[in-house]
């Protein structure tokens, strides 16, 4: 006799009695009317009378077997538990109906699809794109292929300074093409124009020291900026002494700090330009993650900007503080500083949390990078996000909608 301790499926059966339940496998009696060595183990037990004796036996042992395998894998190492779970994790997603949710009833819970996202080895993947994309393709080949991606995302290229397309020997190059001088005019009325072609995700003055990536998404603007440089290399002291990191920014009395966020879709231009005139005397690469930006994966994942790889490029304009950050992402891996030729990204050596700062102020530079507004200032090789977070008067004014698209040399604000 083999006592089972598993609690069958039939709600009948009460919890108190399940100690009573019991396998009987008989053995084959010598007549001919006994059970045959084939038959299957008869179940005895309170409130098992309505059902077969088949039917019970199916209902109790496949949930037995997932339990003693699951058991094993709770015993596995990390790293092998979620190399065994994160198959059966794909399907449970991919399949329709819930097709593997009757697992749940079992013990096993699927990785949430966050996790499931982050484990992707987006880093990995992105520089193997960028090595496809500088394979030279073949001449006959060119137009179809960018004919196709023209298509898809409906490039303009009656705006590229060369139309024609077999000129371009690999993706990466029409990738990174350029405009016609006059296809982009540099907006002289507004002080602050759009750096990049995009979408506008969202713009406002900073709050809390938490800014908004999405509507109702927040991330920690020190997680952003990384921690501030001391005093003494400011090009201004601090307005006051504050514990927030967002007075720490704050130069001036009297004013505030604002943000915008403009989203470079793959058919956008993508380069980007200064946004106003002003001086550059710091970078820092954040090496990190290489997540989707588009604005749905935003909603998506918290602090989505602070675990990806970015450049944040920090200096003074005529009203204080001002900084514009590369943000990289999926297949963007190469972000690209043009006065910055130390600046590598999507490097192999990866440490999370980490960042790499570098100066522009020398003894032969005191003042660092001066930077005229609409002057070409880095490129992506794909499409990315632009963050832009600087100081200025009370009075000034956004001339902008959420969710509107926006072009290089276009007005974002004024004072």
């Known amino acids: ?62 949930q037995l077997a997932l339990r003693r395998r699951l058991g094993q894998l709770s015993c596995m190492s990390r790293p092998a538990l979620k190399l065994r779970s994160w198959p059966l994790t794909v399907l449970y997603y991919l399949l329709p109906f819930g097709a593997l949710r009757p697992l749940s009833r079992v013990g096993w819970r699927p990785v949430s699809r966050v996790a499931l996202y982050k484990s992707v080895p987006t880093r990995l993947l992105s520089r193997a794109w960028g090595r496809l994309n500088q394979v030279e393709l073949p001449h006959w080949l060119r137009r179809p292929v960018y004919s196709l991606y023209i298509w898809t ?38 002080c602050v124009i759009s750096p990049s072609d995009g979408k506008i995700l969202n713009f406002g003055q900073v709050k809390n020291s938490e800014v908004e990536q999405v509507k109702g998404v927040t991330y920690s603007l020190e997680s952003f900026l990384g921690p501030r440089t001391s005093v003494e290399d400011l090009p201004f002291p601090p307005a006051a002494s504050c514990n927030s990191f967002r007075s720490q920014l704050v130069t001036r009395e009297g004013n505030e700090l604002y943000h915008c966020v403009i989203y470079l879709a793959p058919g956008d231009y993508h380069c980007f ?11 820092r690469h ?130």
């Open 1 to 62: 006799m083999v006592r089972c301790c598993q609690r069958p499926p039939n709600p009948a059966v009460p919890r108190h009695d399940l100690h009573k339940v019991r396998v009987h496998v008989q053995r084959p009696r010598s007549g001919g009317g006994g059970r045959g060595p084939g038959a299957p183990p008869r179940l005895e037990g309170p409130g098992l009378g309505g059902l077969s004796r088949r039917a019970r036996f199916r209902l109790h042992f496949p």
């Open 153 to 190: 995302f409906g490039v303009n290229m009656k705006e590229a300074a060369v139309e024609d397309l077999h000129h371009y020997r690999n993706l990466s190059e029409f990738f990174r093409r350029k405009l016609k001088p006059q296809a982009r005019p540099v907006c002289g009325v507004h």
């Open 273 to 283: 330009h200064s946004p106003t005139d002003w001086t550059v005397s710091h970078r």
């Open 286 to 415: 954040f090496p990190g993650s290489l997540m989707s930006v588009n604005p749905g994966m935003a909603r998506w994942i918290k602090e989505l900007f602070c675990h990806n790889e970015r450049v944040v490029l920090t200096g003074d304009w005529k009203h204080g503080f001002f900084s514009l950050t590369a943000v990289g992402a999926t297949n963007v891996g190469s972000i690209r500083i043009y006065f910055d030729r130390d600046l590598h990204t999507n490097s192999p050596r990866y440490s999370k949390g980490s960042y790499n700062d570098f100066s522009f102020v020398t003894q032969a530079n005191r003042e660092g990078i001066p930077m005229r507004k609409g002057e070409h200032l880095g490129e992506f090789n794909l499409g990315s996000t632009i963050v832009l977070i600087f100081e200025a008067p009370k009075d000034f004014d956004f001339k902008l909608k959420a969710g509107q698209k926006i072009r290089f040399g276009e007005a974002l604000g004024s004072l």
